[in-house]
């Protein structure tokens, strides 16, 4: 089991940042890849950005890619998102998902969640 908890949402305004956290615990972090997702009111989870279990390979939605950043820390066992230039339309929960060696953007094969952390953000 692999327990996973994300902090750092917010309220922001348009052009602003947050950089949110995801801590992990349980089996050996830096086997899995991880993966940041988010969920609108009314809309599907959709894929945000992965690193792989290295933190050498990262993916980014298009939505997001030059705004947003991934990164891990094998040792303490934590991953982030950094997130700038924020606009309305990035609002939504934000979920930290853990997966066996590879990452993917396919939300169904991640194995472990957080609880999510609400990112809003002001126009």
């Known amino acids: 089991q692999v327990q996973l908890v994300e902090s750092g949402g917010g309220l922001v305004q348009a052009g602003g940042s947050l950089r949110l956290s995801c801590a992990a615990s349980?089996?050996?972090?830096?086997?899995?890849?991880m993966g940041w997702f988010r969920q609108a009111p009314g809309k599907e989870r959709e894929f945000v950005a992965a690193i792989s279990w290295s933190g050498v390979n990262t993916y980014y939605a298009d939505s997001v890619k030059g705004r947003f950043t991934i990164s891990r820390d094998n040792v303490k066992n934590a991953v982030y998102l950094q997130m700038n230039s924020l606009k309305p339309e990035d609002t939504a929960v934000y979920y930290c998902?853990?997966?066996?060696?590879?990452?993917?953007?396919?939300?169904?094969?991640?194995?472990?969640w957080g609880q999510g952390t609400q990112v809003t953000v002001s126009s």
């Open positions: 349980g089996r050996t972090f830096s086997n899995y890849a």
């Open positions: 998902a853990a997966r066996i060696l590879t990452y993917s953007a396919n939300p169904g094969s991640y194995n472990y």
